[in-house]
T-cell receptor
């Protein structure tokens, strides 16, 4: 079936270290969205990328969409304890009518 | 946060009983979704609706039914609950199929 794979599943870092999560699809995506879910909370929309090769930044977060529109990444520079949570990518499969979520990357941080 | 209310927030019930979860929105969004979230599986789509009385299946629809008689309400029903349906259920809404989704606070359902 159509899948969006996300790695790693877990990542533990020291506060101040960088963090990256990767998202890959076997089929071309119309767009990719990123969400953050704090422990005990609900997913919250962060950003959407639409164009091939697009790069967007939100403060310490950098989001990239691959040239072939099949992969994406989220990079956090100098993590802070407020970054703790699970980060999900979600890709809209071209020709389909549904958003497909990756399994998420759970980020924990040692202060 | 978007105006989305899920009820109940927590429920414990027994195997074989019917269960209905409600999602109510005040945003007048066309699309509404039901997901379940389980460890190691992320968010999996159960059913979604693209308008009043217009619904379609997601990837894990077996054992679940939905109804949408009004724009603001989307109901998820487990006709005969099983222990495998113990999960956290999230409702989400969006203006269009490709637009960002906004999630409710979730319902924690335990089936004993």
């Amino acid at each position: 079936g159509q899948q969006v794979m996300q790695i790693p599943q877990y990542q533990h870092v020291q506060e101040g270290e960088d963090f990256t999560t990767y998202c890959n699809s076997s089929t071309t995506l119309s767009n990719i969205q990123w969400y953050k879910q704090r422990p005990g909370g609900h997913p919250v929309f962060l950003i959407q990328l639409v164009k091939s090769g697009e790069v967007k930044k939100q403060k310490r977060l950098t989001f990239q969409f691959g040239e072939a529109k099949k992969n994406s990444s989220l990079h956090i520079t100098a993590t802070q304890t407020t970054d703790v949570g699970t980060y999900f990518c979600a890709g809209y499969i071209q020709g389909a009518q549904k958003l497909v979520f990756g399994q998420g990357t759970r980020l924990t941080i040692n202060p | 946060d978007a105006g989305i209310t899920q009820s109940p927030r927590h429920k414990v019930t027994e195997t074989g009983t019917p269960v209905t979860l409600r999602c109510h929105q005040t945003e007048n969004h066309r699309y509404m979704y039901w997901y379940r979230q389980d460890p190691g599986h992320g968010l999996r789509l159960i059913h979604y609706s693209y308008g009043v009385k217009d619904t379609d299946k997601g990837e894990v629809s077996d054992g679940y039914s939905v109804s949408r008689s009004k724009t603001e309400d989307f109901l998820l029903t487990l006709e005969s609950a099983t222990s495998s349906q113990t999960s956290v259920y999230f409702c989400a809404i969006s203006e269009g199929s490709r637009q960002p989704q906004h999630f409710g606070d979730g319902t924690r359902l335990s089936i004993l």
